[in-house]
């Protein structure tokens, strides 16, 4: 089981950058449905690139779930700890690369995109390898779910004027301004 959960990671690697990829471009694609705004970015700020990588890992888990899933432990925490992860890991790459170098790219960017999601992935990969945890953990993990739906749909509509929410292609902050 180790070696075919690691093959999944793997696919994971990429098949969660694709997945990241529509997401980002979601929100337009579906002509911009109001319940669509918590998962699609709405805007190019870096709290809407949060939720690709935040989603697409969880969305990835889904379609594992089938084929792994079943048979590994700890999958739910595991896998959603993992979107947090890589979510972290992505802010720090970002912001870290930034004060570094004073500006970003499009090649730096998807490299963030593409090491976050790896961070993510070990991180998961690790925990379904560990001896079960106690079931509490899935109760922790389904709270973490729910509370961070919560966050991208309030953020999403009531940003804060910070730098994180702003938009410089639009300038703006969240959905409307």
């Known amino acids: 089981m180790k070696s075919t959960l690691f093959m999944w990671e793997c696919i994971g690697a990429i098949m969660i950058f694709l997945i ?7 929100y337009e694609a579906t002509n911009k449905l109001t319940f669509t705004s918590g998962i699609f970015a709405v ?5 809407e690139h949060c939720k690709l990588t935040f989603w697409a ?3 990835f888990a889904i379609i594992e779930y089938f084929f792994v899933g079943q048979y590994v432990n700890n999958f739910l925490f595991a896998k959603t700890l993992s979107a947090y992860i890589t979510t972290i ?3 720090v790459l970002y912001y870290g690369m930034l004060k570094n170098s004073g500006s970003h790219s499009l090649l730096k960017d998807l490299i963030i995109f593409e090491v976050s ?3 993510g992935l070990l991180v998961s990969y690790n925990l379904m390898l560990l001896p079960e945890f106690p079931p509490i953990m899935n109760k922790i993990a389904i709270i973490m779910l729910v509370g961070a739906t919560f966050t991208f749909y309030l953020f999403t ?3 804060p004027k910070l730098p ?3 938009c410089s292609v639009s300038n703006s902050y969240g959905i409307k301004d």
């Open 164 to 166: 994180i929410f702003y």
């Open 20 to 26: 990241g990829a529509l997401i980002h471009f979601g």
């Open 157 to 159: 509509y009531c940003p």
């Open 89 to 91: 890991s992505m802010l």
């Open 43 to 47: 805007n190019e700020s870096i709290w």
């Open 117 to 119: 999601i790896i961070i």
């Open 57 to 59: 890992p969880l969305i």
